[in-house]
């Protein structure tokens, strides 16, 4: 069974920086693209940032510049360095995948992100 567990999350002011991490268990993790999406209050949840197996990134317009996902195979961890945080940033952020042989999509708990002006 796949699991995702996010950390990282809380209160800074606006202009600063955090970064969440995303451990995974119970796949072969190297194989698979990974996801960043979040969650404002009150909206829909978006992706904000995707890696492939091969290292290829895609960011949200909203983010590009600011974020950057990362991963580190060996630790089977997935990053999101936040930096020139936002209010409109605030939102639960929520790690993604899917599994290898079926394609079904896989959530961690999520982590609140909270920037205040």
């Known amino acids: 069974q796949v699991q995702l567990v996010e950390s990282g999350g809380g209160l800074v002011q606006a202009g600063g920086s955090l970064r969440l991490a995303c451990v995974a268990s119970g796949t072969f993790f190297s194989l698979n693209t990974m996801d960043w999406y979040r969650q404002p209050p009150g909206k829909q949840r978006e992706v904000v940032a995707t890696v492939t197996s091969n290292d290829d990134t895609a960011y949200a317009d909203s983010v590009k510049g600011r974020f950057t996902i990362s991963r580190d195979n060996a630790k089977r961890t997935v990053y999101l360095q936040m930096n020139s945080l936002k209010p409109e940033d605030t939102a639960v952020y929520y790690c993604?995948?899917?599994?290898?042989?079926?394609?079904?999509?896989?959530w961690g708990q999520g982590t609140l992100v909270t920037v205040s002006s």
């Open positions: 993604h995948t899917r599994t290898i042989r079926d394609y079904l999509e896989v």
